[in-house]
């Protein structure tokens, strides 16, 4: 006598379920299918293994006594699966570049659910306000500001950016709302055209950082010791942090900038490119800043 894994799951299905309809919806079949192989798998044994009725399918007897080797084989199956994943489960680098703002703020937390879900994939963040060029390799997946004048968008979201200082800070200036009499951090040459400074030009005349740094985390330590305000990044709601910062009620409405995630089609179907594309979609989806006006750079 030889049961076939597919006969003991259908058995065990229906020992489940309770019923041949319930059955046949957990395994995606029709209920006269599920009927037919089950009549099928109680010739081959000689024995009923359910009693049919209006109520459902109850286990006889002798159904009852091949229910836990049954479970054993399903348990059996599943590890053989996992095992399989595994071997076969992507594994390599895989480079993806953003803007520092955004790959302090989203690409390390991310990583950090990455490692998890994709064990075998090393993340590699070139955090640079120099574009790579995706179609020499330089990186294989990037998230950039604006929108992209090709094909290669797979996602994107709007970033959200709003004025945070230290709290020693924030008591100092408290009761100050016009964004003019607040001190503030930013780019230094040669980066000095680049958001927040350009962004913070147009909305105070003569604005001049009070603090510079061609540096992002200089700048961010800076904030953190009170030197001033930054405009950043509203953290992703997936992966909340605390943090030493708080926001500022200044008279700024807050920007939003179009951020786009891109990936050569060419890259698309490496197993390790996509197994970070496919979560970094879904957690740039959930980046949703607040509804309100905002304004755009």
Known sequence: MNISWDDARLFLAV????????????????????????????????EPLFDRGVAGAALTAYGAGLVEPAQR?????????????RRHAPTGVVRVTAPPGVAHAFLAPFAA???????????????????????????????RLGVPADDTSVASADLELRA?????????????????????I???????DLSPNSVLRRRIPGWRPSFASDDYLVQL????????A??????????GRRSPLCELKVDLPPVRRPLALLCPRSARAIPRV????????????????????????
């Open 15 to 46: 020992a489940e379920a309770g019923s041949l309809s319930a059955a046949a919806r957990k395994l995606q079949m029709t209920q006269p299918t599920v009927s037919r192989r089950l009549a099928e798998l109680e010739a081959l044994l000689g």
């Open 73 to 85: 084989m399903a348990d059996w199956a599943a590890e053989l699966t996992r095992a399989a994943e």
């Open 113 to 143: 659910a990455l490692s998890s879900r994709a064990p075998g994939v090393q993340l590699h963040v070139v955090s640079t306000v120099r574009p790579l060029d995706l179609t020499r390799r330089e990186a294989d997946l990037a998230l």
């Open 164 to 184: 945070f200082a230290s709290e020693r800070y924030a008591a100092r200036v408290a009761g100050k709302t016009d964004p003019a009499d607040l001190a503030w």
């Open 186 to 192: 930013g780019w230094a040459p040669p980066f000095d």
């Open 221 to 228: 330590r800076a904030c953190e010791l009170g030197l001033g």
């Open 230 to 239: 930054m405009l950043l990044v509203r953290e992703h709601p997936h992966f």
């Open 274 to 297: 996509r197994a970070v594309l496919e979560p970094l979609v879904e957690s740039l989806r959930a980046w949703r800043p607040p509804k309100g006006r905002a304004a755009r750079r």
